[in-house]
């Protein structure tokens, strides 16, 4: 296995303009429409990334909307943050849960989790 390897990330929904707004909010910024990879085999899938660059460190990933798919998963992934605390009081604000409030792990920084607006549960790091 590669150092770092997660590449890619796909958080499942089934309102996409509530996750859109929830996760523009939570974390300031902007998703932008990926076209669909598919469009015979999976005409209805809808999906927005996260900002991503091919320079920088980490994976990027988007919100998908696609029929028959559940969302409320079980696959969990870690946001990085400058303080996950602020993120998690964002995600409150904007029609989320905070599962676990602001905690350290040690040398690796500190830890939040959220739930999002269409049952996912989320990850925040921050090393402060």
């Known amino acids: 296995m590669k150092n770092n390897p997660v590449g890619w990330f796909e958080i499942y929904v089934q309102d996409m303009p509530r996750a859109k707004r929830f996760y523009e909010a939570v974390f300031q910024t902007e998703l932008t429409l990926l076209p669909n990879p ?26 998908v909307k696609m029929p028959d798919c559940p969302s409320g998963g079980s696959t969990l992934i870690y946001f990085s943050c400058d303080d996950c605390a602020i993120e998690a009081e964002r995600a409150a604000q904007n029609g989320g849960a905070i599962f676990k409030g602001k905690m350290a792990i040690g040398e690796h920084g500190f830890i939040a989790m959220v739930v999002d607006t269409e049952g996912n549960m989320v990850g925040l790091h921050s090393m402060q």
């Open 38 to 63: 598919d469009p015979e085999g999976f005409s209805e899938m809808e999906m927005l990334t996260f900002p991503m660059s091919m320079e920088d460190y980490g994976a990027s990933g988007a919100l």
